[in-house]
């Protein structure tokens, strides 16, 4: 305002970097206009330094990664190669726009205090590659031995895991969702508890979750998995058959769609199967990432 009463409002982001770099304008600018300032003026240049560079979402770039099971043989032979792969595709994204590494579970083959250190140093890894840190949920080999017995959860605990992850330049936000917290066996399930803790904090920044695209991450899939014609069952999983299914699938799945959709979700990000597939489900899409370390038997041996 001026002393002779003009008065004009100027609206800051929310992010406090965009918030101190609107303010270091403004006030730099005031500093060098002569006797009172020109108000609409400077909320001409204002708004389309800020306002109208803001209203533009950045697109965010997300490199899905799964089921590394990290401490098995076969996650020691190839991660220098995956790691080498991972860098090859961050270099290719380049600086343009953000880019958010998302694990969804199975970081360790088993729950350990040596295997958790191979992850530390995988974590660290995509902390390099990626201009955000990286997103993590939990899966069943984190928590559980082989991913089937029992509870470790000392290790598991130990790893940096979020409940929702806002990007406010790019308008997105992911749900995390920890689907491993009930459930036997391989199983999953997602409590009434879970959903209150993400109910709540999405709830926190009711202008977010109205506004911006939102996503979800768990480690289970949500709905079946089709079997592609160059995958080699194990001779249990085509004894039992569809039964089989039953004992690594998410439970209660369809009222977990259900709670999605009311929350206006569009995107699920998943992994579990060590089968990488896309799929749409009415106005939702479903990615499951398969093994990044490709931990999944072939019918032609040796493929990844």
Same mark, same amino acid.
């Given at each position: 305002?001026? &002393?002779?009463?003009?008065?004009?409002?100027?609206?800051?982001?929310? #992010?406090?970097?965009? =918030?101190?770099? @609107?303010?270091?304008?403004?006030?730099?600018?005031?500093? +060098?206009?002569?006797? @009172? &300032?020109?108000?609409?003026?400077?909320?001409?240049?204002?708004?389309?330094?800020? /306002?109208?560079?803001?209203?533009? =979402?950045?697109?965010?770039?997300?490199?899905? /990664? #799964?089921?590394?099971?990290?401490? #098995?043989?076969?996650?020691?032979?190839?991660?220098?190669?995956?790691?080498?792969? *991972?860098?090859?595709?961050?270099?290719?994204?380049?600086?343009?726009?953000?880019?958010?590494?998302?694990?969804?579970?199975?970081?360790?083959?088993? &729950?350990?205090?040596?295997?958790?250190?191979? +992850?530390?140093?995988?974590?660290?890894?995509?902390?390099?590659?990626?201009?955000?840190?990286?997103?993590?949920?939990?899966?069943?080999?984190? +928590?559980?031995?082989?991913?089937? /017995?029992?509870?470790?959860?000392?290790?598991?605990?130990?790893?940096? +895991?979020?409940?929702?992850?806002?990007?406010?330049?790019?308008?997105?936000?992911?749900?995390?969702?920890?689907?491993?917290?009930?459930?036997?066996?391989?199983?999953?399930?997602?409590?009434?508890?879970?959903?209150?803790?993400?109910?709540?904090?999405?709830?926190?920044?009711?202008?977010?979750?109205?506004?911006? @695209?939102?996503?979800?991450?768990?480690?289970?899939?949500?709905? &079946?998995? @089709?079997?592609? #014609?160059?995958?080699?069952?194990?001779?249990?999983?085509?004894?039992?058959?569809?039964?089989?299914?039953? !004992?690594?699938?998410?439970?209660?799945?369809?009222?977990?769609?259900?709670?999605?959709?009311?929350?206006? *979700?569009?995107?699920?990000?998943?992994?579990?199967?060590? *089968?990488?597939?896309?799929? !749409?489900?009415?106005?939702?899409?479903?990615?499951?990432?398969?093994?990044?370390?490709?931990?999944?038997? !072939?019918?032609? =041996?040796?493929?990844?």
């Amino acid at each position: 305002w001026t &002393p002779d009463g003009d008065a004009v409002f100027l609206e800051l982001q929310r #992010s406090l970097p965009e =918030a101190r770099d @609107a303010l270091n304008w403004l006030f730099s600018h005031l500093s +060098v206009m002569p006797g @009172a &300032p020109n108000l609409q003026l400077l909320r001409d240049q204002f708004q389309a330094r800020f /306002l109208q560079r803001n209203n533009e =979402a950045q697109p965010l770039r997300i490199i899905h /990664l #799964s089921d590394l099971h990290l401490g #098995s043989p076969i996650a020691q032979r190839r991660l220098p190669r995956v790691k080498q792969l *991972i860098q090859q595709l961050s270099d290719d994204l380049g600086d343009s726009a953000p880019i958010v590494p998302v694990v969804t579970g199975d970081l360790m083959d088993t &729950p350990n205090d040596s295997h958790l250190d191979a +992850v530390r140093d995988f974590l660290d890894f995509l902390h390099g590659v990626g201009s955000e840190a990286p997103v993590v949920v939990l899966g069943n080999h984190d +928590v559980r031995k082989d991913g089937w /017995l029992g509870k470790d959860l000392q290790s598991a605990l130990r790893i940096p +895991v979020d409940r929702v992850r806002w990007f406010e330049q790019s308008r997105v936000g992911f749900a995390c969702f920890n689907s491993v917290r009930g459930g036997k066996l391989a199983c999953g399930s997602i409590d009434e508890r879970e959903y209150m803790d993400i109910a709540q904090e999405l709830d926190r920044e009711p202008e977010f979750a109205r506004n911006f @695209a939102l996503g979800a991450l768990l480690h289970h899939h949500p709905i &079946p998995v @089709a079997h592609p #014609s160059w995958l080699k069952q194990p001779w249990y999983e085509r004894l039992l058959g569809k039964n089989f299914e039953k !004992t690594d699938a998410l439970e209660n799945s369809e009222q977990f769609m259900s709670w999605l959709k009311a929350r206006r *979700i569009g995107l699920v990000l998943h992994g579990h199967k060590h *089968i990488p597939r896309v799929e !749409t489900h009415g106005a939702m899409t479903i990615v499951g990432c398969g093994s990044s370390v490709g931990k999944v038997e !072939t019918v032609q =041996a040796g493929s990844t």
